[in-house]
């Protein structure tokens, strides 16, 4: 079956930028949607079909999908963006959603 | 307003079964499938399987094969995940949430809308 993988932590400095990947076979062939989960709440898509983001979404929240690797990008980080971040994807093959493990981003 | 309510918390026992609601509202219920994730105390999203609440397909989790079963009421808007011979490790936080993709094709899409969430804990 097909398997996400994504890194368990990034740390960044307020202001800076965040990259969070999320790998897979061929995953560029794909359209990845991204998650956003604040502790006690159900996730928010921050990011869809590789890169387009919902209304309400700031900006600073990009997305992108190549070869093996898709990444989502946060630019000038704040304190509110702690999160835990899931990269998803259909597995056309079987018409099931595929979710990565989880990167948990700190702001230093 | 899309809205998926979800019922109450659950204290179940080991062995026990447990049934969780998902009543949707702002959308036409049929047109859109519904899947199950839950999420264990400090783990990630899992996906347990979707309904298609136009046919009433169903589609579960190798993992979950044998002790899920996904209902819907069309009259009632109301998706439901039973979960029989419940476990310890079954103790997490069911989510239902609306794929965008629509029902009469196979699903795809983001889920951009979730509820708010069902405590189960099982313990003897």
């Known amino acids: 079956s097909y398997v996400l993988t994504q890194a368990p932590s990034v740390s960044v400095a307020p202001g800076q930028t965040a990259s969070i990947t999320c790998g897979g076979n061929?995953?560029?062939?794909?359209?990845v949607h991204w998650y956003q989960q604040k502790p006690g709440q159900a996730p928010v898509v921050v990011v869809y079909?590789?890169?387009d983001r919902p209304s309400g979404i700031p900006e600073r929240f990009s997305g992108s999908n190549s070869g093996n690797t898709a990444t989502l990008t946060i630019s000038r980080v704040a304190a509110g963006d702690e999160a835990d971040y899931y990269c998803?994807?259909?597995?056309?093959?079987?018409?099931?959603?595929?979710f990565g493990g989880g990167t948990q981003l700190a702001v230093l | 307003q899309v809205q998926l309510v979800q019922s109450g918390a659950e204290v179940k026992k080991p062995g026990a079964s447990v049934n969780v609601s998902c009543k949707a509202s702002g959308y036409t219920f049929t047109g859109y499938y519904i899947l199950w994730v839950r999420q264990a105390p400090g783990q990630g999203l899992e996906w347990m399987g979707w309904?298609?609440?136009?046919?009433?397909?169903?589609k579960y989790g190798q993992k979950f094969q044998g002790r899920v079963t996904m209902t819907r009421d069309t009259t009632l808007n109301t998706a439901y995940m039973d979960l029989s011979g419940l476990r310890s490790d079954d103790t997490a936080v069911y989510y239902c949430?609306?794929?965008?993709?629509?029902?009469?094709?196979?699903?795809?899409?983001?889920?951009?809308?979730w509820g708010q969430g069902t405590l189960v804990t099982v313990s003897s």
């Open positions: 309904i298609n609440p136009n046919s009433g397909g169903t």
């Open positions: 998803q994807v259909w597995d056309l093959s079987s018409d099931h959603p595929v």
């Open positions: 949430a609306k794929v965008s993709g629509t029902s009469s094709l196979p699903p795809l899409g983001e889920a951009f809308y």
């Open positions: 061929n995953i560029g062939s794909k359209s």
């Open positions: 079909d590789d890169s």
